[in-house]
């Protein structure tokens, strides 16, 4: 017959590394929806908005002006969620599509995802880096 596999216990580590993924983007789901009414919003808000405000009130003609502080932790921390959700439905849809197609053997088929699911990240490393280094020169010039 067939062997069947057990699903892990709910709240096992296995558990969640396999449903990780699910996990964070539900969180997510929750985060943003709570935006959605007003009892919320203000809580959700922390999550998704710079909170740490540098603007004088003093002066009511300046503009509203926003920096980094501990005000943003909430903030830092839904959006590295947000990136680990996304980079998870990454690989599971479109490296794992493309690894598919290759017909690749089990080694190599790790290698590939391991290489794939990191080059975004060195794309938008290189990226960052290019826009740094024209945003410097033209202001030298």
Known sequence: GQKTEKD???????YLLQNQADLISSLCLVIM???L???TRALSAKFCMVQHNTTNLTD???????????ADICMSLF???LFIAIHAVENEYFWE?????????KTR??????QGSTMPFHIAIVAGAIYVFVQVNSRSL
Do not use: T, W
């Open 8 to 14: 892990p216990p709910i709240f096992s580590q296995e």
């Open 33 to 35: 929806s709570g935006l």
């Open 37 to 39: 009414f007003k009892a």
């Open 60 to 70: 009511p003609d300046e503009k509203a002006m926003y920096a980094v502080g501990r």
């Open 79 to 81: 959006y590295s969620l």
């Open 97 to 105: 599509k493309i690894g598919r197609r290759l017909h690749l053997s």
């Open 109 to 114: 088929m790790s290698e590939f995802m391991d």
